[in-house]
């Protein structure tokens, strides 16, 4: 059997990079997908990546028509799209009574319409041969909600309930949607954070720890593997037991 492809949005970011490193060593063709704007992220991307399975294509990833030549590209240069990581996310923070309607709808494009738009163009082709894996990065403050996080804890719960209804649609079809609920991991996501509130944070996380992107990329890889088939509508949370619920 020819090498399965893979595309990762946000694929140069801290957990990106993390993911495509995983699914490549998991034998996996990768295409990571990202804005080309951050010229010094890239060039440090490819470096880290150099003599690996890796490929990098330029995208926004919140456009539906570019998804589609996106998708469409990716098909005629690399073969069938068998994986999907909706991983690309930004934050935009504000107390509700500040938020600009900007604020909400740049992160709800982004986060969740990006997932849209990119199952919309690549669902119908992995139907019609009978295999898929899609996985969506939702977080922990999808599942609790967070103080000034209205718009990016709406997106991320808006991907867990879309991820378990496409699940429903595709299941009969080989192709399985789950989710991934990062807790805090250490990124430049995080590292933004002020540091007393990192350090409240991770005196509160039962396993005594920051995550690393090492711990959301296996189980992208776990979840993406051919042998995972039966697993699907599933969110997986990864948090070192920040939050657990049944
Ligand atoms: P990051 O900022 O390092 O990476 C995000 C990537 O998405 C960036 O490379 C960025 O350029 C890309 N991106 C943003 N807008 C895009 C667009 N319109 N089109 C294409 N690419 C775009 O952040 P990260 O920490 O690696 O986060 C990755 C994902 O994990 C995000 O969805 C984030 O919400 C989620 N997450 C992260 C944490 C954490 O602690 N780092 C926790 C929970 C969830």
Not at 110 to 131: D, E, T, W, Y
Request: proline letters at 2%; hydrophobic letters at 45%; one cysteine or more.
């Amino acid at each position: 059997m020819s090498k399965r492809i893979a595309m990762v949005t946000g694929g140069i970011g801290g957990l990106g990079t993390a993911i495509c490193r995983a699914l490549a060593a998991a034998g996996r063709t990768v295409i990571a997908v990202d804005l080309d704007s951050r010229a010094d992220r890239l060039a440090a991307f490819r470096t880290e990546v150099n003599g690996l399975d890796i490929h990098f294509a330029a995208a926004d990833v919140s456009d539906h028509a570019s998804c589609g030549a996106l998708v469409r590209g990716i098909e005629d240069t690399h073969g069938s799209l068998a994986i999907l990581v909706n991983n690309a996310g930004i934050t935009r923070d504000s107390t509700l009574r500040k938020m600009s309607r900007g604020q909400w709808d740049e992160v709800l494009d982004v986060n969740l319409g990006s997932a849209f738009n990119l199952c919309a163009h690549a669902i119908g082709p992995m139907q019609a041969r009978g295999f898929g894996r899609v996985v969506n990065i939702s977080s922990v403050s999808g599942q609790t909600g967070n103080f000034g996080q209205a718009n990016y804890a709406a997106a991320k719960a808006g991907l867990l309930g879309f991820s378990m209804s496409l699940a429903r649609e595709v299941a009969g079809k080989g192709i399985t949607v789950n989710s991934v609920s990062p807790g805090y991991i250490e990124t430049a996501m995080t590292a933004a954070m002020p540091a007393e509130v990192l350090a409240r944070i991770c005196a509160s996380i039962p396993a005594g720890r920051i995550g690393q992107p090492g711990d959301i990329a296996r189980t992208v890889a776990f979840l993406s593997h051919d042998d995972a088939g039966y697993i699907t509508g599933a969110n997986i949370p990864v948090n070192g037991g920040l939050f657990m619920a049944a």
